[in-house]
Structures are given as structure tokens and as C-alpha cells.
Nanobody, 120 residues
Framework: QVQLVESGGGLVQAGGSLRLSCAAS????????MGWFRQAPGKEREFVARISRSSEWTDYADSVKGRFTISRDNTKNTVYLQMNSLKPEDTAVYYC?????????????WGQGTQVTVSS
């Protein structure tokens, strides 16, 4: 089992920044690639970004490329999502998730989510 707890969400004005954190406990964090997803009201959950076990690979949704940066610190069992130039359409609940391989489609563990609200 891997337990994931997100933090860092909040209310920010358009153009502002937030950094989300996801702290992991349980099984060895470095054995898992990590991803961020989001779900806006009335919409399906969508992929945002992912990072490989040792940070050698990252991948982003087109909608956030150039604005968001995913990173991880395996010594702290934490993955981050730095979000810059935020837009109202970034408003959503953001979830982190763990998967065994970078290209895995089925994530094994999910956090409870943190709300991000971007005002115009």
C-alpha cells in the first residue's frame, strides 16, 4: 500500500502561482512513477503531468506545457507540481497518483485531492 496526501491548494488570482505537494508513505516511493491529475466540476478527470521513478522523464498535458513543472524528491518521499501563469480554466481538484511504470495507464494509488481555484 502507498498512502498519498496532497497539500498546497488554494485560491489564487489568474497569472499567479501555486506549488502542490504530495507526500507518500508506505511502500518504497522510488519504486513508483508519479502523476498529477485534475477534475473540474462537471468534467472527467484528466491527466496533467507525470514523472519517472528517478526523474529522468517527464510528460505534460498540452494545456499545461510551459506553465507547470513536475518534480520529485525521493529523499523526502514527495512529488511536487509547480503551477505558474495560472488560468481560471486550471480550477479543479488536483490529485496525485502512483503507478509502477512511467507509461502505465492504470494508476495503483490515489490521494484524496486538493482544491485549486483560480479567479479571473
Amino acid at each position: 500500500q502507498v498512502q498519498l496526501v496532497e497539500s498546497g491548494g488554494g485560491l489564487v488570482q489568474a497569472g499567479g502561482s501555486l506549488r502542490l505537494s504530495c507526500a507518500a508513505s508506505g511502500r518504497t516511493f522510488s519504486n513508483y512513477a508519479m502523476g498529477w491529475f485534475r477534475q473540474a466540476p462537471g468534467k472527467e478527470r484528466e491527466f496533467v503531468a507525470r514523472i519517472s521513478r528517478s526523474s529522468e522523464w517527464t510528460d505534460y498535458a498540452d494545456s499545461v506545457k510551459g506553465r507547470f513543472t513536475i518534480s520529485r524528491d525521493n529523499t523526502k518521499n514527495t512529488v511536487y507540481l509547480q503551477m505558474n501563469s495560472l488560468k481560471p480554466e486550471d480550477t479543479a481538484v488536483y490529485y496525485c497518483a502512483a503507478v509502477r511504470t512511467f507509461w502505465g495507464a492504470e494508476y495503483d494509488y490515489w490521494g484524496q485531492g486538493t482544491q485549486v481555484t483560480v479567479s479571473s
